[in-house]
């Protein structure tokens, strides 16, 4: 009678502390100013009750007159399971969510796709913590265990060293962060929006709407231009005017243009260059330099576009036109040049 009464008195403790204890102990965990305390009685809440009921089982068992190996077998058995409890514990308490990831995510400045694998490789190592100590209470030589890891860590390794190597590219990308979602990025093998970025690839959609998943490994190695975070976005063309014109007309042509650019709202004024650059056989090269604000296709596009126009306008007011490309021809037969 006294085994099953300490199996059933520990079994009724643990409904007891599963239903009555535990959300008085919650609700003054909440009050407090800190979520540590709440976090860890919530995530050791379910291997506490196991612990009571498997508590109860082993004091039953060396309450029986059994067998001395029979109560070694039962202490081992007892001191795995404590172990295997404590871990399952601390494996909720480094999920994903947990206050343990956010105050590891604040103090490093970790990303926050990072947080998740980290957790992931926090709770591996609690495991296989767990997996050693568990051994070694059933006098199993770890050491052996430990070597053979290192060995099956080095073949997977070299096995998979292209896969790792994507992986830490992924990771260099998520911490300096040369561009995110949404990005308009040129490198050697890509140029598109960016789309999607995980550990071992990123993906980027193509001006041909083509979709292209790079290596992140190839990316880490390679120069990346994100052109998504130009301050300005430069507008550089030579204007080539027809000889027509004495000097004073064709200065106070570019004069005009150039206060048109400077005095426009959508232009760094202190960017804009025009100048009289060559004099060739085709005419007057005027070069002209800009850099608009906004460096969205649609809005650079427009300005240019209102750029273009007045800059006509000014030349149609002064009576001057762009050069048409020709070529003078001498012939033998002729002394009167035809131009072409």
Not at 17 to 36: D, H
Not at 103 to 114: M, N, P, Q, Y
Not at 178 to 186: K, R, S, T, Y
Not at 228 to 249: N, Q
Request: charged fraction near 20%.
């Amino acid at each position: 009678m006294v085994p099953l009464a300490l199996i059933l008195g520990f079994w009724l403790l643990g409904i007891v502390f599963s239903r009555f204890l535990l959300p008085l102990l919650l609700r003054y965990t909440s009050q407090t100013p800190s979520q540590l305390d709440e976090q860890v009685l919530t995530a050791f809440s379910r291997p506490i009750k196991a612990i009571v009921f498997i508590f109860g089982l082993y004091l039953t068992v060396l309450y029986l007159p059994l067998a001395t190996a029979v109560d070694q077998l039962a202490n081992c058995c007892f001191r795995t399971l404590l172990i295997i409890l404590l871990a399952w514990g601390a494996h909720g308490m480094v999920g994903p969510g947990s206050i343990f990831s956010e105050r590891l995510r604040d103090r490093f400045k970790i990303e926050s796709v990072l947080i998740p694998s980290f957790s992931k490789a926090l709770q591996f190592l609690i495991w296989a913590m767990a997996l050693v100590l568990a051994a070694h209470e059933w006098d199993y030589d770890v050491n052996g265990f430990i070597a053979g890891l290192g060995l099956g860590g080095l073949a997977f390794a070299l096995a998979a060293k292209d896969l790792l190597a994507n992986i830490f590219g992924g990771v260099v990308i998520i911490m300096e962060k040369p561009f995110v979602l949404g990005d308009w990025v040129e490198t050697k093998s890509v140029e598109g929006m960016v789309e999607e970025i995980s550990f071992r690839s990123t993906r980027f959609r193509t001006f041909t709407q083509a979709l292209v998943t790079v290596p992140n490994s190839t990316l880490a190695d390679e120069a990346i231009t994100n052109w998504s975070r130009m301050r300005a976005r430069r507008v550089r063309f030579t204007l080539i005017i027809d000889y027509a014109g004495p000097r004073e007309l064709i200065e106070e042509c570019l004069q005009e243009i150039r206060s048109l650019i400077q005095n426009h709202p959508g232009i760094e004024p202190a960017s804009v260059l025009v100048a009289l650059e060559n004099i060739n056989v085709n005419g007057l090269e005027v070069l002209v330099q800009y850099f608009s604000r906004d460096t969205q296709t649609p809005g650079y596009m427009a300005l240019k576009e209102d750029i273009n126009y007045a800059i006509l306008d000014i030349l149609a007011s002064r009576r001057l036109s762009l050069a048409a490309p020709g070529r003078v021809v001498y012939s033998p037969s002729s002394s009167e040049a035809k131009v072409k």
